[in-house]
T-cell receptor, first 116, second 112 residues
Framework: DAGVIQSPRHEVTEMGQEVTLRCKPI?????LFWYRQTMMRGLELLIY????????DSGMPEDRFSAKMPNASFSTLKIQPSEPRDSAVYFC??????????????FGPGTRLTVT | KQEVTQIPAALSVPEGENLVLNCSFT??????LQWFRQDPGKGLTSLLL?????REQTSGRLNASLDKSSGRSTLYIAASQPGDSATYLC???????????FGKGTKLTVNP
C-alpha cells in the first residue's frame, strides 16, 4: 500500500483566498483524522471521520474551516477565507477498525500551508 | 482535559549512548499510548503502541514503558546512532478511544 497520500505538499496563497487540502487514506481504514501542527501549539486534532461520517469536529478553529469525506478513499479540508494565522502543516492520518486499545494511526507526509 | 508533556524539549548525545525520553499525561484513563518519530519536513512514523493493559513494548533498540497510575511513559533508545536524530512525539488516546492528544515532542540529536 502507498500509505496515506496528501496533496498538495506545499501551498502558498494570499490572505482571503480559498484553500483546499486533499487526503487519500489507506485502503480499508475506517477512520480518518485531520491535524494541524504549529511550533506554538504542537499537533492538534481538528476533526475525524468514521466510515465517512464526521464524529468530532470540536477542534475545528472556526467557521472558516470545513471538512468533507464524500467516500472512503477521499477527504478534503477547506479554509475559506484563509488568514496568515492559518499557516501551519496540516496532516491527514488514517486508522483501521479494531479494539479500542489497539487503534494505531498512520500519518501522511503533510501539507505545508503558507498564507501571506 | 488531557494534557501531555514531554521533557526535555531537546536532547543532544554522543553516538553509542543509551538514552531515555520522558512523557507524562494528566488523565490516567487512557486506551493506549503511542510513540512517534518525525523527521524534519516529514510526517509521523509510528514506533510503538502500548495498550492500556500493557506495561511495555519493544522493537529493536527501542523499548517503551507505561505506568498508567503515575501518568508516565518512557522511551528507551539503546546504543543511539546518528540516524536516530529526529523529533520524538508521545500521544495518548483520550476522550473517545480514537482521539490522540500529543505532546510537543523531544528533539533528539545524536552526534557522530
Amino acid at each position: 500500500d502507498a500509505g496515506v497520500i496528501q496533496s498538495p505538499r506545499h501551498e502558498v496563497t494570499e490572505m482571503g483566498q480559498e484553500v483546499t487540502l486533499r487526503c487519500k487514506p489507506i485502503s480499508g481504514h475506517d477512520y480518518l483524522f485531520w491535524y494541524r501542527q504549529t511550533m506554538m501549539r504542537g499537533l492538534e486534532l481538528l476533526i475525524y471521520f468514521n466510515n465517512n461520517v464526521p464524529i468530532d469536529d470540536s477542534g475545528m478553529p472556526e467557521d472558516r474551516f470545513s471538512a468533507k469525506m464524500p467516500n472512503a478513499s477521499f477527504s478534503t479540508l477547506k479554509i475559506q477565507p484563509s488568514e496568515p494565522r492559518d499557516s501551519a502543516v496540516y496532516f491527514c492520518a488514517s486508522s483501521p477498525y479494531g479494539s479500542p486499545s489497539s487503534y494505531e494511526q498512520y500519518f501522511g507526509p503533510g501539507t505545508r500551508l503558507t498564507v501571506t | 482535559k488531557q494534557e501531555v508533556t514531554q521533557i526535555p524539549a531537546a536532547l543532544s548525545v554522543p553516538e553509542g549512548e543509551n538514552l531515555v525520553l520522558n512523557c507524562s499525561f494528566t488523565d490516567s484513563a487512557i486506551y493506549n499510548l503511542q510513540w512517534f518519530r518525525q523527521d524534519p519536513g516529514k510526517g509521523l512514523t509510528s514506533l510503538l503502541l502500548i495498550q492500556s493493559s500493557q506495561r511495555e513494548q519493544t522493537s529493536g533498540r527501542l523499548n517503551a514503558s507505561l505506568d498508567k497510575s503515575s501518568g508516565r511513559s518512557t522511551l528507551y533508545i539503546a546504543a543511539s546512532q546518528p540516524g536516530d536524530s529526529a523529533t520524538y512525539l508521545c500521544a495518548v488516546s483520550s476522550g473517545g478511544s480514537e482521539k490522540l492528544v500529543f505532546g510537543k515532542g523531544t528533539k533528539l540529536t545524536v552526534n557522530p
